[in-house]
């Protein structure tokens, strides 16, 4: 048997390196060829000049199936409504429900977008939404510039008025949200609109907290959704926490609400709006009406026929160590108001477009193009910079509760990293934040250094795991090793040494010291072993040997060695015995492959992922091993996906698409990758491309799946690795033949910023280039 460690492939040249940073690299050389420069520009002209790759459109031919988006900053959020006026979800970072028979989920915090109107005969945010009611819908995501636009007619027996509604959370201002209605009536009478603040009802509770895998399928069984507990549908525990109000109330003189309250035993937070009116009004009748849980100005005015009506909602939010009180938000929701819509949406716009500067731009594909701006979009809008906050599994969402997984740090943080490390370190700060509670976790397991929570809480970082899911809490060990690899990655991608040193190697030395103390001798095999583990295909929980976890715990002690060596610390002897004897599951008799030790059957039906194997391909991993072991362990994932494919979990495809490229499979990649050459891509819900976890659940925003997709393009299609060395050519390019080039746009690797092209010559030829700037 051949240990997959003992075959290392050859590394490939150095792209970029300390070493190497001249002006040469304006044509570098790809494989022995020398590839002009000139050849990607007119390319990149021509896929910006694709600006509806920007846009998601919602039509009228979406009433009946409607995934909403949400706009967010990474810090808070608001859903969308078909109608871009009816109240929504909307949740903050850090706000959680700790209910004390409940699982720690996001609180909905209360509903800040609304604006009805009632046209003298009936409220526009209280009808069913039609064809025949609403003319002309259009609504449209601009992810380019940030902004949620809304048209349609209105119409309501006798009358009709145009309706156009604007809505974005500032990404220059953060504590800022703002909604813009526009009306037209085609008649003259009066009406009426009303601007709220309310916090959504008390949810229907389950016990989550104390509710185990049985009675949890019970619970599935009792609510008709049998499917629940093998990850089907969810909705009768997705919903959000709640927020209780403890303070509202508003102002006609300054045409001003607030409401202040705070999460079920968690956090507080208070928002407060500022309505700007039309300056023409006359014969205004103005009210602030109060309510349990809601606040709302609610105003009267005269309208004539064919005149435009623009009012605009200025809304401030703050929480717990962010922001300060409603008095500042009523002072900050003012300010805006005072500065105005065009100068608080230019702001905003010109964020979004500095975001934008760095892109991921492909000729050909179909629909590839929309699908990475919408994958960047959803991942922008939930990370932040400079901060210590991680993003929750579906993000600005109460799927999985809010909480924070392996995902934050081996699926969405890779995708930021060259194209915006200043966000992807926010992502991984927050496990140094949280490095106390790893700390005491792995003392009560009775293990040394830090053992990280499969479900972490966002705030406080403890393991919040269901009861149900136990098994995965005490066994799905693999997390640690993400933690760990992901410090190591931005400290190769950034060289920032005093970082390393202060911030993350604490990190990286405590998930080294709990692997040290997790593996056990086996003194008949002379070899270390990880034993009673849930794979990452969580079916097969307390399996010895698995191949990823085994594999990710000897990568995070080769990390850890060398980050000591890096901060001029010793590193723990233990670590290089366990690291160079820690077992890592090989090729079994006539080249067969094993996801952990045989002794355990690997054959249930139910599975969604079929194999682990393709985990090995995640680039973070650096995975090594021989030409013919590649190979080998593709062909067993492409045999062992087949069965599932239809109901695969899109994390494993995602990852066998990169395993494909690692072998120049690019057929293989087209097909696992998804989103590219069709427009019904199963996990890609209309109208907005909100990503679900499989094709047939509702686990929907799954940011894994984003940042997956875009690591495939980053470094699968490319062939490039993070390394000590240098952003490294660790496998030859790959292009699908329905592409002519992918360019990777404004990387930044050590304080330079470049350019990757990848082209295809006219001999067909596939090329790499990287361009510095």
Request: contains cysteine.
């Amino acid at each position: 048997m051949t240990n997959l460690r003992m075959t290392p492939r050859f590394r490939g040249n150095v792209l970029l390196s300390v070493r190497i940073c001249s002006a040469v690299c304006g044509a570098i050389l790809a494989s022995g060829v020398i590839v002009p420069t000139a050849t990607a520009r007119g390319s990149t002209a021509a896929a910006h000049a694709a600006t509806d790759s920007f846009t998601l459109t919602a039509t009228q031919d979406n009433f009946a199936q409607y995934y909403p988006t949400y706009l967010a900053n990474g810090y808070w959020s608001a859903a969308s409504s078909l109608l871009g006026t009816s109240p929504t979800v909307a949740q903050m970072v850090g706000i959680m429900d700790y209910d004390a028979d409940d699982v720690s989920r996001p609180a909905a915090i209360p509903s800040w977008n609304e604006i009805d109107y009632f046209d003298g005969s009936a409220w526009l945010n209280g009808g069913a939404v039609g064809a025949q009611t609403h003319a002309g819908y259009r609504q449209t995501l601009n992810m380019h510039d940030g902004v949620l636009h809304t048209h349609y007619r209105w119409i309501d027996g006798g009358r009709a008025t145009d309706v156009s509604v604007i809505g974005f959370v500032s990404e220059h201002s953060p504590h800022l949200g703002v909604v813009s209605l526009e009306l037209v009536p085609h008649f003259s009478g009066r009406v009426r609109l009303r601007f709220t603040l309310q916090s959504p009802p008390l949810p229907k509770r389950l016990p989550l907290a104390r509710m185990n895998a049985e009675q949890f399928g019970a619970i599935a069984k009792a609510t008709h959704q049998d499917d629940l507990a093998s990850g089907g549908h969810r909705d009768a525990i997705w919903y959000p926490g709640h927020v209780e109000v403890t303070d509202s109330g508003g102002d006609t003189e300054t045409d001003t609400v607030f409401v202040t309250g705070a999460a079920v035993r968690g956090n507080s937070v208070a928002l407060a709006a500022a309505i700007s009116l039309p300056q023409d009004l006359r014969s205004i009748h103005k009210t602030v009406q109060t309510a349990a849980g809601a606040t709302g100005l609610e105003i009267e005015i005269p309208v004539r026929r064919n005149h435009r009506y623009r009012f605009t909602k200025f809304v401030a939010a703050s929480g717990a160590g962010w922001g300060g009180s409603a008095a500042d938000d009523l002072a900050a929701a003012r300010s805006a108001r005072q500065r105005g819509l065009d100068a608080v949406l230019g702001e905003h716009v010109q964020a979004w477009h500095e975001l934008w500067r760095s892109d991921i731009l492909v000729g050909g594909g179909g629909e590839l193009q929309r699908t990475i701006h919408s994958d960047l979009f959803y991942l922008l809008e939930n990370s932040t910079v400079d901060t210590a906050w991680p993003v929750g599994a579906c993000g600005f969402s109460s799927h999985y509760f809010g909480h924070v997984f392996w995902d934050n740090d081996l699926w969405v943080f890779p995708s930021l990293l060259l194209l915006h490390p200043a966000r992807a370190k926010s992502l991984i700060q927050f496990r140094q934040r949280t490095l106390p509670q790893a700390l005491a976790r792995a003392a009560a397991h009775g293990f040394a250094g830090a053992m990280y929570p499969w479900e972490a809480d966002p705030w406080s970082g403890e393991d919040v795991t269901p009861a149900f899911a136990v098994e995965n809490a005490d066994r799905e060990i693999h997390v640690n090793g993400a933690v760990a690899l992901a410090q190591w990655q931005y400290y190769l991608a950034t060289h920032d040494r005093a970082w390393l040193k202060d911030r993350a190697f604490p990190v990286i030395r405590a998930v080294a010291d709990f692997w040290s103390g997790r593996a056990v001798f086996n003194s008949a095999k002379h070899r270390f072993e990880i034993l009673g583990v849930t794979s990452p295909e969580e079916d097969y929980t307390g399996v010895n040997n698995e191949i990823y976890t085994n594999q990710v715990a000897h990568q995070s002690l080769e990390a850890a060695i060398e980050a000591a060596q890096a901060v001029g610390v010793a590193p723990e002897p233990k670590w290089r015995e366990v690291a160079d004897s820690l077992y890592l599951p090989s090729a079994g008799n006539n080249g067969a492959y094993f996801d952990f030790d045989p002794t355990t059957p690997h054959d249930k039906s139910t599975s969604w992922m079929a194999t682990s194997v393709p985990m090995l391909s995640i680039p973070a991993l650096n995975f090594e091993a021989g030409s013919d072991t590649l190979k080998g362990l593709f062909r067993h994932s492409v045999v062992a996906i087949g069965p599932v494919r239809g109901r695969a979990n899109q994390m494993v495809l995602l990852m066998l698409a990169i395993q494909a490229a690692d072998v120049g499979e690019s057929d293989y990649f087209s097909d696992f990758i998804g989103g590219s050459e069709r427009d019904d891509d199963p996990f890609l819900k209309p109208p907005f491309n909100v990503r679900s976890e499989t094709p047939q659940n509702d686990s929907t925003y799954l940011l894994a799946s984003s940042g997956g997709f875009v690591q495939a393009l980053v470094y699968g299609l490319t062939g490039l690795r993070v390394e000590e060395a240098g952003l490294a050519e660790k496998f030859p390019p790959t292009l699908p033949k329905s592409l002519s080039y992918l360019k990777l746009e404004n990387l930044e690797f050590r304080g330079k910023a470049l350019d990757v092209v990848i082209s295809r010559l006219p001999s067909g030829r596939v090329v790499r280039r990287v361009e510095l700037k």
